[in-house]
């Protein structure tokens, strides 16, 4: 895939339609993916620190999360076709876990607000398969939330930990893992829960 790198950020040059289907077409192949969606405090707190920069550019995609990244990619000459938002590439994959009912796995939020969301998905997504999740707040030292991870073989992991953590909790884990798209999705939990 076309990058282009704005600030540091190799960003992929794709469009939201196109890059569903490219995790689609991952998830039916059972490619482990790591994908950032990257909005502006993203693109900042990379250039600010060396390490999640580094953490980041271990993605297989960087999606321009915002139109602000997609203007700052037209002001530098390097053009991005539109933005590719953490939200609607949650609302996706929800989509299609639906259609094809995909395994999901959720981490993150406080609990009360990973309830809600976990609820809405049951409701709006039926055929949607969420097979586990766990809240947002816990010893970074045990392992048992990947472990449980690597043993119930999600499609989709949707990490909701706030940045830097769920990038850093994907870059640790993923070599652990077998197949699955996990992204960081901020407060996207927030927004299912209401
Ligand atoms: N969060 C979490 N564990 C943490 C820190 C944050 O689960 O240690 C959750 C928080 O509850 C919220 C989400 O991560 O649901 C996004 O948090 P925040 O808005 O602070 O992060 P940002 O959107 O700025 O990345």
């Known amino acids: ?34 994908v950032v969606t990257a909005n502006p405090e993203i693109v900042m707190k990379a250039n600010e620190d060396s390490n999640y920069m580094d953490t980041i550019k271990q993605a297989n995609y960087i999606v321009a999360d915002g139109i602000g990244v997609v203007k700052a990619a037209k002001i530098l000459n390097q053009p991005l076709p539109e933005r590719v938002t953490g939200y609607d590439t949650v609302m996706d994959l929800l989509n299609l876990a639906n259609e094809h009912r995909y395994r999901i796995y959720l981490l993150g939020a406080k609990q009360e607000v990973l309830e809600k969301a976990v609820n809405k998905i049951n409701t709006n997504y039926p055929n949607a398969n969420i097979v586990g999740s766990h809240n947002g707040y816990f010893d970074w030292n045990h392992n048992q939330i990947a472990e449980e991870v690597a043993s119930l073989q999600p499609d989709i992991v949707l990490v909701a930990l706030g940045l830097p953590r769920q990038e850093q909790w994907i870059a640790q884990h993923i070599a652990n893992f077998n197949k699955g798209i996990f992204i960081g999705v901020g407060g996207v939990f927030d927004a299912l829960a209401g």
């Open 1 to 34: 895939h076309k990058q282009v790198t704005i600030l540091g950020v190799p960003f992929t040059h794709t469009n939201q339609n196109d890059f569903v289907q490219l995790l689609k077409q991952r998830i039916e192949s059972e490619q482990k993916t790591f």
